[in-house]
């Protein structure tokens, strides 16, 4: 490896980890069997209990407000109101801030 080869992946690696560094973490929910995560990337696409995958929507960034949803009593930590994702108890999500 020469020395530039070199420079160019020390750069890289760290403007990786400073992206990575630098995301809001997410919260992400499954259309389908509402789980719910809380990380920066979109989740590994696992196998959904429901039916197939999960079906990931972000819907919103991860903070320090507590939402409970009315229909489905799903809670989540978020620094907004959340978006309405497809909720289990039917339509959308309905976020109620606590
Ligand atoms: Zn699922
Ligand atoms: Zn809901």
Redesign the pocket.
């Known amino acids: 490896m020469t020395v530039k080869k070199v420079a160019t992946t020390v750069c890289f690696v760290l403007a990786g980890a400073f992206c990575c560094y630098a995301e809001t973490s997410g919260i992400w929910i499954c259309a389908k069997c ?1 789980t719910r995560v809380e990380q920066t990337r979109r989740p590994l696409p696992a196998k959904c209990p429901v039916s197939g995958y999960h079906q990931w929507n972000r819907v919103a960034d991860a903070g320090k407000n507590l939402f409970i ?4 009593a ?1 809670k989540v930590h978020a620094a907004a109101r959340p978006q309405p994702a497809p ?3 039917g339509g959308y ?2 976020w109620d801030k606590l």
């Open positions: 509402n949803c009315r229909k489905c799903l909720c289990p108890g999500h309905l």
